[in-house]
């Protein structure tokens, strides 16, 4: 199941330069329950997590946004028990047709930084954010 909603957490995040039935309402809408689990959780409002994506990542990332972050990895199973992202992970859940664009973001946010896995998590959606912010954006 984890590895389901992975997938379908990374195409909603990284939306498909093609046409595709990937990115539909439908799916933003079985996503719902994360997107929920991990607001509650953390705190973070819907206004601070749309204003990183319409900032590209600028926006300042209050503690409710980070743990927010952590918290979308954590769920989709993509978070060790240290708060380290597993980047070879998210690349080798990824169908075929989507890694050769998301999976070159990956690798290039391999160099992950900050003490915490709020941190850590920030950086990778920044990096995702500066390596391709017409694509990529927080749910």
Not at 69 to 85: F, H, R, S, W
Request: with cysteine; proline share 4%; glycine share 8%.
């Amino acid at each position: 199941m984890k590895s389901l909603v992975l997938i379908v957490v990374l195409l909603l995040s990284y939306k498909v330069q093609c046409k595709s039935t990937l990115d539909t309402p439908e799916l933003i809408k079985m996503l719902q329950p994360l997107h929920d689990a991990c607001q509650q959780s953390s705190g973070a409002s819907e206004s601070s997590i749309a204003a990183f994506t319409t900032s590209k990542g600028k926006s300042v990332a209050d503690a409710q946004l980070k743990s927010y972050m952590a918290c979308v990895l954590d769920l989709t199973g993509t978070l060790d028990a240290n708060g380290n992202i597993m980047l070879d992970k998210l690349v080798g859940m990824l169908p075929p047709g989507v890694g050769s664009i998301y999976g070159n973001m990956i690798k290039t946010c391999t160099k992950l930084q900050g003490k915490t896995a709020e941190d850590r998590a920030l950086w990778y959606f920044q990096c995702g954010m500066k390596n391709d912010p017409a694509n990529f954006r927080l749910f």
